[in-house]
Protein backbone atom coordinates (compact mmCIF):
# COMPACT_ATOMS: atom_id res chain seq x y z
CA UNK A 1 0.00 0.00 0.00
CA UNK A 2 2.84 2.85 1.15
CA UNK A 3 4.29 1.70 -2.35
CA UNK A 4 1.62 2.87 -4.84
CA UNK A 5 1.02 6.04 -2.01
CA UNK A 6 4.86 7.15 -2.97
CA UNK A 7 4.11 6.14 -6.15
CA UNK A 8 0.97 8.07 -6.79
CA UNK A 9 2.85 11.61 -4.69
CA UNK A 10 5.83 11.25 -6.63
CA UNK A 11 4.70 11.26 -10.21
CA UNK A 12 2.53 14.16 -9.13
CA UNK A 13 5.65 16.05 -7.88
CA UNK A 14 7.30 15.39 -10.99
CA UNK A 15 4.46 16.46 -13.45
CA UNK A 16 4.14 19.97 -11.22
CA UNK A 17 7.97 20.06 -11.35
CA UNK A 18 8.06 19.78 -15.22
CA UNK A 19 5.30 21.93 -15.83
CA UNK A 20 6.66 24.79 -13.42
CA UNK A 21 10.55 24.30 -15.90
CA UNK A 22 8.16 24.87 -18.88
CA UNK A 23 6.34 27.90 -17.63
CA UNK A 24 10.37 28.82 -16.76
CA UNK A 25 11.61 28.41 -19.88
CA UNK A 26 9.36 27.13 -22.43
CA UNK A 27 6.80 30.39 -22.15
CA UNK A 28 9.12 33.22 -23.16
CA UNK A 29 10.02 31.46 -26.25
CA UNK A 30 6.90 29.26 -27.06
CA UNK A 31 8.73 26.54 -28.86
CA UNK A 32 12.58 24.54 -28.70
CA UNK A 33 13.13 22.41 -31.72
CA UNK A 34 14.65 18.71 -29.83
CA UNK A 35 14.33 16.99 -33.23
CA UNK A 36 12.95 19.59 -36.44
CA UNK A 37 9.86 19.08 -37.60
CA UNK A 38 9.42 15.57 -35.53
CA UNK A 39 9.52 16.45 -30.99
CA UNK A 40 9.29 20.21 -30.21
CA UNK A 41 8.95 21.35 -26.96
CA UNK A 42 6.61 23.81 -27.25
CA UNK A 43 4.74 25.62 -24.11
CA UNK A 44 0.72 25.52 -24.53
CA UNK A 45 -2.06 26.79 -22.49
CA UNK A 46 -4.98 23.98 -22.78
CA UNK A 47 -8.34 25.62 -21.21
CA UNK A 48 -10.41 22.17 -22.20
CA UNK A 49 -9.54 18.83 -22.15
CA UNK A 50 -7.56 16.36 -24.39
CA UNK A 51 -7.42 17.76 -28.08
CA UNK A 52 -8.79 20.83 -26.56
CA UNK A 53 -12.64 19.61 -26.50
CA UNK A 54 -15.04 21.27 -23.66
CA UNK A 55 -12.46 24.38 -24.01
CA UNK A 56 -13.48 26.80 -21.68
CA UNK A 57 -15.89 24.69 -19.58
CA UNK A 58 -13.44 24.56 -16.73
CA UNK A 59 -15.73 24.07 -14.01
CA UNK A 60 -17.13 20.88 -15.84
CA UNK A 61 -14.21 19.32 -16.30
CA UNK A 62 -12.78 19.99 -12.90
CA UNK A 63 -16.54 18.25 -11.29
CA UNK A 64 -15.56 15.55 -14.05
CA UNK A 65 -12.45 15.01 -12.84
CA UNK A 66 -13.02 15.13 -8.96
CA UNK A 67 -15.76 12.25 -9.55
CA UNK A 68 -13.10 10.03 -11.86
CA UNK A 69 -10.86 10.42 -9.36
CA UNK A 70 -13.24 9.69 -6.31
CA UNK A 71 -14.05 6.76 -8.56
CA UNK A 72 -10.57 5.25 -9.22
CA UNK A 73 -9.59 5.44 -5.24
CA UNK A 74 -12.37 3.65 -4.52
CA UNK A 75 -11.13 0.87 -6.64
CA UNK A 76 -7.92 1.84 -5.44
CA UNK A 77 -8.52 0.81 -1.99
CA UNK A 78 -10.99 -2.01 -2.19
CA UNK A 79 -8.38 -3.75 -4.64
CA UNK A 80 -6.45 -6.52 -2.87
CA UNK A 81 -2.87 -5.43 -2.40
CA UNK A 82 -0.84 -8.76 -3.28
CA UNK A 83 1.25 -9.96 -6.25
CA UNK A 84 -1.50 -10.92 -8.73
CA UNK A 85 -3.12 -8.03 -8.86
CA UNK A 86 0.11 -5.65 -8.95
CA UNK A 87 -0.42 -4.53 -12.57
CA UNK A 88 -3.46 -3.58 -12.07
CA UNK A 89 -2.90 -1.38 -8.59
CA UNK A 90 -0.08 0.08 -10.46
CA UNK A 91 -2.56 1.18 -13.31
CA UNK A 92 -4.96 3.02 -10.65
CA UNK A 93 -1.68 4.44 -9.28
CA UNK A 94 -0.64 5.98 -12.51
CA UNK A 95 -3.96 6.96 -13.43
CA UNK A 96 -4.64 8.95 -10.07
CA UNK A 97 -1.43 10.33 -9.98
CA UNK A 98 -1.98 12.06 -13.38
CA UNK A 99 -5.97 13.07 -13.27
CA UNK A 100 -4.65 14.28 -9.77
CA UNK A 101 -1.87 16.59 -11.60
CA UNK A 102 -4.19 18.29 -14.14
CA UNK A 103 -7.19 19.06 -11.87
CA UNK A 104 -4.10 20.93 -9.81
CA UNK A 105 -3.60 22.82 -13.02
CA UNK A 106 -7.01 23.87 -13.46
CA UNK A 107 -7.92 24.66 -10.23
CA UNK A 108 -4.87 26.97 -9.38
CA UNK A 109 -4.66 28.62 -13.22
CA UNK A 110 -7.97 27.43 -15.05
CA UNK A 111 -5.96 26.10 -17.36
CA UNK A 112 -3.67 23.29 -18.17
CA UNK A 113 0.06 23.26 -19.13
CA UNK A 114 0.82 21.39 -22.22
CA UNK A 115 4.78 21.36 -23.35
CA UNK A 116 5.46 17.60 -25.41
CA UNK A 117 4.53 18.20 -29.24
CA UNK A 118 4.81 15.30 -31.43
CA UNK A 119 4.90 17.12 -35.10
CA UNK A 120 5.83 13.81 -37.00
CA UNK A 121 2.33 12.47 -36.75
CA UNK A 122 0.44 15.74 -35.71
CA UNK A 123 -0.36 14.49 -32.62
CA UNK A 124 -1.98 16.89 -29.63
CA UNK A 125 0.22 18.49 -26.93
CA UNK A 126 0.58 16.62 -23.97
CA UNK A 127 2.24 16.60 -20.47
CA UNK A 128 3.40 14.45 -18.04
CA UNK A 129 0.27 13.86 -16.36
CA UNK A 130 -1.71 12.80 -19.83
CA UNK A 131 1.38 10.29 -20.17
CA UNK A 132 0.95 8.39 -16.76
CA UNK A 133 -3.40 8.34 -17.93
CA UNK A 134 -2.64 6.66 -21.42
CA UNK A 135 -0.27 4.53 -20.12
CA UNK A 136 -2.28 3.76 -17.22
CA UNK A 137 -5.25 2.93 -19.22
CA UNK A 138 -3.04 0.99 -21.49
CA UNK A 139 -2.14 -0.90 -18.69
CA UNK A 140 -5.70 -1.50 -16.98
CA UNK A 141 -7.05 -2.99 -20.32
CA UNK A 142 -4.03 -5.54 -20.38
CA UNK A 143 -4.63 -6.52 -16.66
CA UNK A 144 -8.00 -6.88 -16.53
CA UNK A 145 -7.21 -9.42 -19.62
CA UNK A 146 -5.08 -11.05 -17.29
CA UNK A 147 -7.06 -11.01 -14.37
CA UNK A 148 -10.81 -12.16 -15.83
CA UNK A 149 -12.22 -12.38 -12.58
CA UNK A 150 -12.31 -8.76 -12.11
CA UNK A 151 -14.89 -8.75 -14.89
CA UNK A 152 -17.04 -11.53 -13.30
CA UNK A 153 -16.39 -10.93 -9.75
CA UNK A 154 -15.79 -7.12 -9.34
CA UNK A 155 -13.07 -6.29 -6.31
CA UNK A 156 -16.07 -5.17 -3.83
CA UNK A 157 -17.92 -8.30 -4.62
CA UNK A 158 -14.37 -10.21 -3.93
CA UNK A 159 -13.71 -8.78 -0.84
CA UNK A 160 -17.28 -9.47 0.73
CA UNK A 161 -16.59 -12.83 -0.39
CA UNK A 162 -13.31 -13.03 1.45
CA UNK A 163 -14.90 -11.68 4.51
CA UNK A 164 -18.05 -14.12 4.65
CA UNK A 165 -14.82 -16.90 4.49
CA UNK A 166 -13.14 -15.67 7.07
CA UNK A 167 -16.16 -15.16 9.36
CA UNK A 168 -17.34 -18.60 8.39
CA UNK A 169 -13.82 -19.75 8.75
CA UNK A 170 -14.15 -18.56 12.36
CA UNK A 171 -17.49 -19.75 13.34
CA UNK A 172 -16.57 -23.32 12.16
CA UNK A 173 -13.68 -22.80 14.15
CA UNK A 174 -15.61 -21.75 17.10
CA UNK A 175 -18.12 -24.37 16.73
CA UNK A 176 -15.55 -27.06 16.53
CA UNK A 177 -13.82 -26.27 20.14
CA UNK A 178 -17.41 -26.08 21.50
CA UNK A 179 -18.48 -29.81 20.24
CA UNK A 180 -15.20 -30.95 21.48
CA UNK A 181 -15.15 -28.98 24.83
CA UNK A 182 -18.47 -31.42 25.96
CA UNK A 183 -16.64 -34.37 24.63
CA UNK A 184 -13.64 -33.48 27.11
CA UNK A 185 -16.17 -32.59 29.63
CA UNK A 186 -17.93 -36.07 29.64
CA UNK A 187 -14.44 -37.84 29.35
CA UNK A 188 -12.90 -36.15 32.70
CA UNK A 189 -16.79 -36.13 33.98
CA UNK A 190 -16.58 -40.13 33.43
CA UNK A 191 -13.00 -40.65 34.51
CA UNK A 192 -13.96 -38.74 38.11
CA UNK A 193 -16.59 -41.24 37.91
CA UNK A 194 -14.71 -44.01 37.87
CA UNK A 195 -12.40 -42.84 40.67
CA UNK A 196 -15.68 -42.32 43.09
CA UNK A 197 -17.27 -45.55 42.11
CA UNK A 198 -13.41 -47.42 42.90
CA UNK A 199 -13.16 -45.18 45.91
CA UNK A 200 -16.87 -46.57 46.71
CA UNK A 201 -16.40 -50.04 46.23
CA UNK A 202 -16.21 -52.35 49.06
CA UNK A 203 -13.00 -54.69 49.75
CA UNK A 204 -13.09 -57.85 48.59
CA UNK A 205 -13.24 -60.95 51.49
CA UNK A 206 -9.97 -63.04 51.11
CA UNK A 207 -10.82 -66.34 49.71
CA UNK A 208 -10.20 -69.19 52.54
CA UNK A 209 -7.75 -71.52 51.66
CA UNK A 210 -9.73 -74.43 51.32
CA UNK A 211 -6.51 -77.11 51.14
CA UNK A 212 -6.89 -79.52 53.99
CA UNK A 213 -4.32 -78.54 56.38
CA UNK A 214 -1.58 -81.70 57.68
CA UNK A 215 -0.30 -81.11 60.93
CA UNK A 216 3.24 -83.10 61.64
CA UNK A 217 4.36 -83.50 65.00
CA UNK A 218 8.76 -84.54 65.25
CA UNK A 219 9.39 -86.67 67.80
CA UNK A 220 12.64 -86.21 69.10
CA UNK A 221 14.25 -89.80 69.48
CA UNK A 222 16.92 -90.78 71.85
CA UNK A 223 20.22 -91.26 71.16
CA UNK A 224 21.50 -94.52 69.64
CA UNK A 225 18.20 -95.43 68.33
CA UNK A 226 17.74 -98.01 65.79
CA UNK A 227 14.31 -99.56 64.18
CA UNK A 228 16.21 -102.80 63.80
CA UNK A 229 16.48 -104.68 67.11
CA UNK A 230 19.10 -107.56 65.95
CA UNK A 231 20.07 -110.60 68.49
CA UNK A 232 22.72 -112.78 67.39
CA UNK A 233 22.14 -116.93 67.52
CA UNK A 234 23.33 -119.97 65.83
CA UNK A 235 23.43 -119.68 62.29
CA UNK A 236 20.62 -121.52 59.95
CA UNK A 237 21.13 -125.26 59.32
CA UNK A 238 21.76 -126.06 55.74
CA UNK A 239 19.59 -127.19 53.67
CA UNK A 240 19.82 -131.13 53.18
CA UNK A 241 21.20 -130.80 49.22
CA UNK A 242 24.24 -128.93 50.30
CA UNK A 243 24.74 -131.59 53.14
CA UNK A 244 24.30 -134.34 50.67
CA UNK A 245 27.11 -132.62 48.53
CA UNK A 246 29.53 -132.29 50.97
CA UNK A 247 29.14 -135.87 52.01
CA UNK A 248 30.03 -137.24 48.82
CA UNK A 249 32.81 -135.14 48.96
CA UNK A 250 34.10 -136.03 51.80
CA UNK A 251 33.91 -139.74 50.73
CA UNK A 252 35.32 -138.91 47.73
Same mark, same amino acid.
Given at each position: ?????? #? $???? $??????????? +????????? =??????? #?????? @???? !?? %???? !???????????? $?FIV????? %??????????? /???? !????????????? *?????????? /???? +????? %????? *????? +?? =??? *??????????? @????????? !?????????????????????????????????????? /? +?????????RRR????????????????????? %? @????????????????????? /?
Open positions: MLFYIL #F $IIGG $IVVDQLTKYLA +VTFLSPVTT =VPVIPHV #FHLTYV @ENTG !AA %FSIF !AGKQIFLILLTL $IVLVYF %FVIMPKTKRYF /DVNL !ALSMIISGAVGNL *IDRIRLNYVI /DFFD +VRLIG %FAIFN *IADIF +VV =VGC *ILMVIAIFRNK @ELLNDPPSL !AKKKRQRAEQTLKKSKTSAKNNNAPAERTAEDAQGLNK /D +VLSKRKPRKNLEPEVKTKIEKLPEHYSSID %F @EPGPPPEEPEFLQHKKKKNSE /D
